[in-house]
């Protein structure tokens, strides 16, 4: 009796160490060439310009913890863009990524806020009244966030896609002041990744 | 130094080496996300959310158990009264370490905003004073404040991780499994 709180705690020691072991054993594939373990966040994309504090070039995409709901985050220059997808409803957010740190605003009264290293990005977002955590891998062409606008009878209808490893698609499409409908199929083989900078 | 002192130093020193052992990890390790299937809920995150909910329903009945082994709830006192906090505290601590694993080694400590702060903070925490109560449970000769007090800790440590968690995620999103 006088040893069963020992018990107690040596028992739980050897839970987590199991329950790691099976998450460790469980780990997904690394999605991208194994990036050098970067000490400085900004190193993210730009090794050479490790002392620089804007990000140059990244994408992360993933889906948010719980599920169900895709996001793509694109980084040029410190220049940010998000999208927020469950494949109905959706978000585009606009903002910057400089220091580790991301902040992204949208429509609605949307908001990302996160931190960014080499190998992902990690945050919380709101959009479509809700809101989410997130963990997301960096992610390379054809994955990666598509965005596409195009005038139909004089009304703007942008589509965007998140396309996750394995060429999974999530995507919506609206036009202004219409309810968003389940995006096409994107053809990855020709369409190209979105620039944030060229976000409009 | 007096006697209640000297017994508690190693047990405080060991749980504060966790609490600042499970920090650290969670702080410097790169989260890594990763995805298991559990029978019977349709992610690892919910099922997460159950186990949490069923500890936190626990630490109700180790609240309830405690007051009645101390003589708070009248001066009767069913003779299964400390089995029943024993077991349940034992069946919680089960309940939330494959919970702490999940959280540290796919998630890390985060400070994004001041849920997951808070969260992060509080998860140090409770395992550090968990094991503080764990190792001076067997002691004889402390002061008769020291057991109420980390009991009292654990428990308000563990709500407040289920408010921040579990609790913020039903609120948001609905109760599913």
Redesign the interface.
């Known amino acids: 009796m006088r040893r069963s709180p020992i018990v107690t705690l040596v028992a739980g020691l050897v839970l987590g160490g199991v329950m790691t072991a099976w998450f460790a054993a469980n780990r997904p594939a690394p999605k991208s060439a194994p990036a050098p373990k970067a000490s400085a966040p900004s190193a993210a994309a730009s090794p050479s310009a490790a002392a620089s504090s804007v990000l140059a070039s990244a994408t992360w995409a993933g889906e948010v913890d719980g599920g169900g709901v895709s996001i793509a985050i694109a980084v040029h220059d410190g220049v940010a863009v998000a999208y927020v997808c469950d494949g109905k409803r959706e978000a585009w957010l606009q903002g910057t990524a400089a220091d580790g740190k991301i902040t992204l605003t949208g429509k609605n009264g949307a908001s990302l806020t996160g931190t960014y290293s080499a190998s992902g990005a990690t945050g919380s977002v709101t959009a479509t009244g809700k809101q989410w955590t997130f963990t997301a891998g960096v992610v390379q062409p054809p994955s990666g966030l598509y965005r596409t606008a195009q005038f139909v009878n004089t009304a703007k209808v942008v589509c965007g896609w998140v396309v996750l490893p394995g060429n999974r698609q999530v995507g919506a499409c609206s036009s202004e002041g219409q309810e968003s409908t389940p995006a096409p199929t994107l053809n990855t083989a020709t369409a190209k990744p979105l620039d944030p900078k060229d976000y409009s | 130094m007096n006697q209640t002192n000297r017994l508690l130093l190693i047990p405080s020193l060991l749980g504060a080496a966790l609490a600042v052992a499970l920090g650290v990890y969670g702080r410097v390790h790169?989260?890594?996300?990763?995805?298991?299937t559990i029978p019977v809920f349709?992610?690892l995150?919910?099922a997460k959310l159950w186990f949490a909910s069923a500890a936190a329903l626990l630490a109700l009945v180790q609240l309830l158990s405690a007051l009645a082994m101390w003589g708070k709830l009248g001066p009767k006192t069913p003779s299964w009264t400390p089995a029943l906090h024993?077991w349940s505290?034992?069946i919680a601590?089960?309940l939330v370490?494959?919970v702490?694993?999940?959280c540290?080694?796919?998630?890390?400590f985060?400070s994004?905003?001041t849920r997951?702060l808070v969260h992060s903070i509080l998860g140090c925490l409770f395992f550090g004073v968990f094991?503080v109560?764990?190792?001076a449970?067997?002691k004889q000769g402390l002061a008769g404040w020291v057991l109420p007090v980390l009991g009292g800790l654990v428990f308000v440590l563990l709500i407040g991780l289920w408010l921040t968690s579990s609790f913020w995620?039903f609120s948001?999103?609905g109760i599913k499994v």
Do not use: C, I
């Open positions: 790169t989260p890594t996300r990763v995805a298991v349709s992610s995150f919910h024993r505290g034992r601590f089960l370490v494959p702490a694993a999940q540290l080694y796919s998630l890390g985060s994004f905003d997951t094991t109560k764990m190792l449970l067997p995620w948001e999103n």
